[in-house]
């Protein structure tokens, strides 16, 4: 099956700063790329996403890249809150099985 | 409002024991999921379901079955449970194999 790595594994940064993930995949197949939040106790939920006919996508302050000849996307949180702080996980599909990186565990230091 | 729903959400299970996950979604969603999640770690695919009696195995189905006999409904049994499924399991749901959306999770305990 498809294979997705995600790294860093643990993201500290400074309130304000940005914060960058990063995900490789291997399948030249795959055609869409969510980006998943998770708090502690709850669910995963999505945030953003993007699909293979787009390179790059920006809603309220994150920033997805995807770049299909090196099978790597990308997470940027710009001006990050404390309230960013959780686990992020991305992910990678095609015939509708949703493959997972490890995870992120982000902290914002106020 | 969109909603996944599992129950039970807490269980406790004795090594042996069955158990069943029940999972229902209220959006005629056709493609459901059962992924487990361990402590910092990512989800695992078990099982996926295309629609009624449609089932596929995932990454990891050894020890899992499913049953869907209805759309809105999707479940999870684990006959004879072991104490390396201690897990927390999440059962989720799509409308076009795309976008997915999760229950809250079931938080498995097999002692």
């Known amino acids: 099956g498809e294979q997705v790595e995600q790294l860093p594994s643990i993201l500290r940064v400074q309130e304000g700063s940005s914060a960058s993930i990063n995900c490789t995949y291997e399948?030249?197949?795959?055609?869409?790329f969510p980006w998943y939040k998770q708090e502690p106790g709850e669910n995963p939920k999505l945030i953003i996403d993007i699909r293979s006919n787009m390179e790059r996508k920006q809603t309220q302050g994150l920033i997805v890249l995807l770049d299909k000849k090196a099978k790597r996307f990308s997470l940027h949180i710009t001006d990050t809150q404390p309230g960013d702080s959780a686990m992020y996980f991305c992910?990678?599909?095609?015939?509708?099985?949703?493959?997972f990186g490890d995870g992120t565990v982000l902290t914002v230091k106020p | 409002d969109m909603k996944v729903t599992q129950m039970p959400r807490y269980l406790i299970k004795r090594m042996g024991e069955n158990v069943l996950l029940e999972c229902g979604q209220d959006?005629?969603?056709?493609?459901m999921y059962w992924y487990r999640q361990d402590p910092g770690l990512g989800l695992q695919l078990i099982y996926i379901?295309?629609?009624?009696?449609?089932?596929s195995e995932g990454d990891i189905p050894k020890g899992y079955r499913v049953s869907r006999k209805k759309r809105e409904h999707f479940s999870l049994i684990l006959d004879s449970a072991k104490t390396n499924q201690t897990s927390v399991y999440f059962c989720a749901s799509s409308p076009d194999r795309v976008g997915v959306f999760f229950g809250k999770g079931t938080r498995l305990t097999v002692v």
């Open positions: 379901s295309y629609d009624v009696d449609s089932n």
């Open positions: 992910a990678v599909t095609n015939t509708g099985k949703l493959t």
């Open positions: 399948n030249s197949a795959s055609n869409y």
């Open positions: 959006m005629s969603h056709e493609t």
